[in-house]
């Protein structure tokens, strides 16, 4: 499967941002899905993980109420929803598929795309 993260952008602190990632060559509905963010210079961090149908989410405590995951299978795309965003969330936004739900490292995932770049001003 290949994968497509945009929503990216500049945003002011307080703000919300939908990112989207799409899904092509195979049926997002196979994967678990999840989405991680890269400081530069730093590892992939995990930001949040969903279930094949949307009734498992998962999240970093550092996005807990603040950021939210959601699958549309139908449509072969996976979103997350972030609001009140602070200028620590400025990173690049990776989207991943991965067999399994207990995955909060990228490696665990078999499958990710291109990043998009979130920066949030002061």
């Known amino acids: 499967v290949q994968l497509q993260a945009s929503g990216g952008g500049l945003v002011q602190a307080g703000g919300s941002l939908r990112l989207s990632c799409a899904a092509s060559?195979?049926?997002?509905?196979?994967?678990?899905m999840g989405w991680f963010r890269q400081y530069p210079g730093k590892e992939h961090e995990f930001v949040a993980s969903?279930?094949?149908?949307?009734?498992?989410?998962r999240y970093a405590d550092s996005v807990r109420g603040r950021f939210t995951i959601s699958r549309d299978n139908a449509k072969n795309t996976v979103y997350l929803e972030m609001s009140n965003l602070r200028p620590e969330d400025t990173a690049v936004y990776y989207c991943?598929?991965?067999?399994?739900?207990?995955?909060?490292?990228?490696?665990?995932?078999?499958?990710w795309g291109q990043g998009t770049q979130v920066t949030v001003s002061s």
């Open positions: 969903i279930s094949h149908s949307g009734g498992r989410t």
């Open positions: 991943a598929a991965g067999p399994r739900e207990l995955a909060y490292t990228l490696t665990d995932y078999d499958h």
């Open positions: 060559g195979r049926a997002v509905s196979s994967y678990y």
